[in-house]
């Protein structure tokens, strides 16, 4: 009977955990599909019509998340971006990394665009220089990025027209209106319509998912400390240690959530995307192992309460 209950604590948690990791799959998927159909805006962009020759100084007051993007005019659908961290901009790639901390200049290429081979790498040229290519823009090959080239190059970002910037990033107009008060600033919406189903129905998903999956873990949780209720009351009278047998058993279901947790955190990563796990995970799996320690610890603290009161 009690290895039944230990297999079914442990099928509850799998599942909740497997949940847990779908949904978080299914959220940074449905960012990545929305920015790939804004052309890698957020509805916070916006179009900077003032001239600001100090931009990429000011960057650091516009939060660690703002990037700015200027286009050639030289060629249709490229854009010179720079960012507080060029490595971790948001940008949906399929093949390949996102910009790395290399001094060299790179590329994001759309899956349309023809590159150069050189020693195993593939460049694209843009006014006489050559960009390393290190991935493929969009979720998919012939997305909606397919004929988009993105580059970083600073130098070739402050050459560039001042009348063709957007700045983009959390409250980005709200931060640049701080540091220039007299900045023209004009929102614009790019590609699809920004009430989607992530403005819709995505939060209330996430919201139920999200429920399901504590209750799950809170279940699991009572279930294994309930289980061994009776243990703890004999151990208790033989003259062992409560807390120590509490802290045993915490131990035991904190090792089994957490394996359970980066199992399927993985699994659900390797087998359905080869996008990288969202940032808030490891949040989430300590919450969810609180949830399982405060579930466990509780009846086996009643317990005790209730042989206080029996003395």
Known sequence: MARAKSISVLLIIA??????????????????????????YTS???????????????????????????????YENVRVVAANDI?????PV????????????????????????????????LENEQYKVVGVLGTKSGGALQNEIVVKDNELFSATSARSIVIDGSEAATRYREIEPGAVLEAFD???????????????????????????YLFAGWL???????????????????????????????????AT???????VVHAGTSLPLPILTPVIGVAALCLVLLATMTPLVLSGKGLRADG
């Open 261 to 267: 947790f980066a199992a399927a955190q993985r699994l």
């Open 94 to 125: 399929h093949d390949g990394t996102g910009f790395t901390n290399s001094p060299f200049r790179e590329a994001l290429v759309g899956s349309d665009i023809e590159t150069e081979q050189r020693n195993g790498e593939r460049y694209v040229t």
């Open 224 to 258: 294994y400390g309930s289980q061994h209720v009776q243990q703890c009351r004999v151990s208790h009278l033989l003259g062992f240690s409560r807390r120590l047998y509490i802290a045993r058993r915490l131990a035991v279901v904190a090792c089994l959530s957490g």
């Open 190 to 216: 790019y590609g699809v319509a920004r009430r989607t189903t992530v403005d819709t129905v995505t939060p209330v998903l996430l919201g139920v998912g999200y429920l399901l999956a504590a209750l799950s």
């Open 15 to 40: 599942t909740a955990s497997a949940l847990v990791a779908l949904l978080g799959q299914y959220w940074f998927r449905q960012q990545s599909l929305l920015l790939e159909g804004s052309h890698l």
């Open 87 to 91: 490595t971790k901009l948001p940008f």
């Open 44 to 74: 916070d962009a916006v179009l900077l019509k003032s001239d600001s020759s100090e931009l990429l100084e000011q960057m650091k007051k516009l939060g660690d998340d703002a990037r700015v993007f200027s286009e050639l005019e030289a």
